[in-house]
């Protein structure tokens, strides 16, 4: 089974689309990249991996490497085997969910919906193929694996990418499908165009998409889309059981309508 996706390092090539841009800073992105390296780490990194991770020479790397580790943004891990990501990323963490206005509109809400399902509550926002975890509201069954947020699922295969792509035109739908690494996650991720297509229709139909263990074995998932201005998807509620303890059927019947009138509460028009 495939892992919960982590963002891919995917600087240097938006570093290579943007060659030609004058007021594109090219020491910046390549700090980006050095960052991005960790995307994938499961340990911490060498210096050489960091420079092959990020696509750049081992000068080139130990200039940047020192540079952040003097601003604190890269740091040497406990036991000295390598560098791992400094304390300081933490503060633009908090930046980023603290000004983003969609994120603290939806804190109340979230929290009296997960107060209401006594299930895990996620809220995912879309960059691209991907749904990003924004806020996770964990249930008595979960590890700490499973509420940190930045963690992110494809689009494609997902509760709440499906409810997503019920908001977008056919043509987008087929996009999305087209670009996405279509890799299954588990025996039952569908992977097939149309038979992703004709979960988007049912999820346009019923105003909610559900998905049965194809990203996780024995989970079940409901999401609902969060609109923006002019019913623009930007992101979805997810709300996940155990089939161990619900039938598909009783648990949409039971967390569709509160899932629904949570994301009515947070998007705005």
């Not at 982590?6 to 090539?13: E, L």
Request: proline residues 4%; hydrophobic residues 45%; charged residues 25%.
């Amino acid at each position: 089974m495939r892992s919960i996706l982590r963002a891919q390092s995917g600087v240097r090539s938006e570093q290579e689309l943007h060659a030609d841009d004058p007021l594109f800073v090219q020491s910046i992105a390549r700090a980006m990249q050095v960052l991005s390296s960790f995307h994938q780490a499961g340990r911490p990194l060498t210096l050489n991996e960091i420079a092959a991770a990020a696509g750049i020479g081992k000068s080139a790397a130990q200039r940047v490497v020192h540079t952040l580790k003097t601003l604190g943004y890269i740091e040497r891990d406990a036991d000295d085997r390598g560098y791992v990501p400094g304390i300081r990323i933490l503060d633009h963490t908090l930046d980023y969910l603290r000004l983003n206005l969609l994120i603290a509109r939806a804190s109340p809400v979230l929290l009296e919906l997960r107060r209401n399902v006594r299930e895990r509550v996620d809220l995912s926002l879309r960059d691209d193929l991907r749904l990003v975890y924004a806020s996770r509201l964990q249930s008595k069954r979960e590890t700490f694996f499973a509420t940190l947020v930045g963690h992110s699922v494809p689009v494609f295969c997902t509760s709440g990418g499906r409810a997503v792509m019920a908001h977008l035109s056919d043509g987008e739908v087929d996009d999305i499908i087209t670009r996405s690494d279509r890799t299954p996650f588990t025996a039952k991720t569908l992977t097939e165009p149309e038979a992703i297509r004709e979960k988007v229709r049912e999820a346009r139909q019923n105003g909610y998409a559900v998905t049965l263990e194809e990203v996780l074995p024995g989970e079940v998932a409901l999401g609902v889309a969060i609109l923006g201005p002019a019913g623009v998807p930007r992101g979805a509620i997810h709300v996940a059981g155990s089939l161990g303890e619900w039938q598909a059927e009783d648990f949409c019947a039971r967390f569709a309508p509160l899932a629904a009138e949570a994301a009515r509460a947070i998007s705005r028009f």
